[in-house]
């Protein structure tokens, strides 16, 4: 009777290594998946900084041309005038709607990254509650004190000698 019980103990405990593993390996793999999004966070919010310079570039070179169409109504030199003419050519859209939706872009593009970096925070805080979730179901108080227990008894630490009686009674001080 008592080597049933023993081998129903043996099988409940590992039914319940089974699940702690299952129930730790999940939040594994929600580690991983978070620092996984956290990187695509990352590289999104790159891809939008990016844009704003290229935009913000495009934005100034079409401000020169605004300037030199502007400047074209005014009296110049020659020289000065041709080379306007040329800058206001080469502008194949209309400057003043190409300026609009580039600043539509740009605020747009502001926009999502402050959106990315919202959601960048936010999912470092998921990441952060899992790796404490992690930790929780990884800590178990016996194995901790086993470690603490072989290092108590590990010799190679110097133990403090006895001192012993030099009167020859036996006996430590």
């Excluded at 041309?65 to 306007?84: C, K």
Aim: hydrophobic fraction near 35%; aromatic fraction near 6%; include cysteine.
């Amino acid at each position: 009777f008592f080597w049933f019980g023993g081998i129903r103990y043996e099988k409940d405990k590992a039914r319940r290594i089974a699940a702690h593993r299952r129930v730790v390996l999940r939040i594994e793999s929600r580690i991983a998946e978070h620092t996984r999004r956290l990187q695509e966070l990352q590289d999104r919010r790159a891809e939008e900084a990016d844009k704003i310079r290229t935009v913000a570039s495009e934005l100034s070179n079409l401000h020169k041309v605004r300037q030199a169409s502007v400047a074209l109504n005014v009296w110049q030199p020659e020289v000065i005038r041709g080379r306007q003419k040329q800058i206001v050519e080469q502008c194949s859209v209309p400057v003043d709607s190409r300026i609009n939706v580039l600043e539509m872009e740009l605020k747009l593009c502001k926009q999502q990254i402050v959106v990315f970096e919202k959601a960048y925070r936010d999912e470092k805080q998921r990441l952060k509650a899992a790796k404490e979730q992690l930790s929780s179901m990884m800590y178990h108080p016996l194995q901790d004190l086993s470690m603490f227990e072989q290092r108590v008894g590990d010799h190679s630490h110097k133990r403090k000698k006895l001192k012993t009686d030099t009167t020859g009674n036996g006996r430590a001080k």
